[in-house]
């Protein structure tokens, strides 16, 4: 059996299924679970065919270190995109899985909020856990940008494919390295293209910082 099959198997497993339209309209939407104030996810993957991908992401705003960021520099690479809040319990569990894919997969990674956060309170995450790579610190408008097919509950993962559409959805937390790595994986030899030629090398130089 093949590398790329055993891939296939392994997301399948994980409950891939297709994606249905969802229209947010506003964070409001990942309310509803008492006083946590959020929907946990159960980590399901959406995986959205290449013929059905909407038009490139465009986001950008600053970090939470004040630099600026914009999804469309990393155009030609498999961008992460990470919502996460201090707040989150369940973001707390994923972010050391996170960081660790960080700095071994083949793509982009970036944070961004899924609604107003205490800055103070975001930086202390990313100090806990580590966290090298940046978040956008948009109050939730990144969420927003991916439409129908933003992640439906905290945390959520999107990745995004060469030419910047959202590709696969994780809606909860990582709990597993190779999940992402497939999914990394089969985005980037999916067939989507981009001109990385004009585009950011690797991760973003300007991470999280003590």
Not at 36 to 54: C, H, K, L, M, W
Not at 77 to 84: D, E, R, T
Not at 186 to 210: F, K, M, T, Y
Request: proline share 6%; net charge negative.
């Amino acid at each position: 059996m093949s590398a790329r099959r055993r891939r296939a198997g392994r997301i399948a497993a994980a409950a891939l299924v297709l994606a249905a339209p969802v229209a947010l309209t506003g964070c409001s939407d990942l309310g509803g679970t008492g006083d946590q104030n959020f929907v946990t996810g159960d980590g399901t993957i959406v995986a959205i065919p290449a013929s059905e991908r909407e038009a490139p992401v465009e986001a950008s705003g600053t970090s939470l270190q004040q630099e600026p960021i914009d999804v469309a520099d990393y155009r030609g690479q498999v961008v992460v995109i990470n919502f996460w809040g201090s707040w989150c319990n369940p973001c707390r569990d994923e972010a050391p899985t996170l960081q660790t894919a960080s700095q071994e997969l083949d793509a982009v990674f970036l944070g961004a909020q899924l609604r107003p956060d205490s800055t103070d309170a975001a930086l202390a995450f990313e100090r806990e856990f580590g966290i090298t790579y940046p978040t956008i610190a948009d109050q939730g408008a990144t969420l927003l940008a991916l439409g129908r097919y933003a992640p439906r509950a905290s945390p959520g993962t999107a990745i995004l494919d060469r030419e910047g559409r959202v590709a696969a959805v994780i809606n909860g937390p990582i709990t597993s390295v190779v999940t992402l790595a497939d999914l990394v994986e089969d985005v980037a030899g999916d067939g989507s293209s981009g001109d990385s030629s004009d585009g950011a090398s690797g991760s973003p130089s300007e991470g999280a910082s003590s």
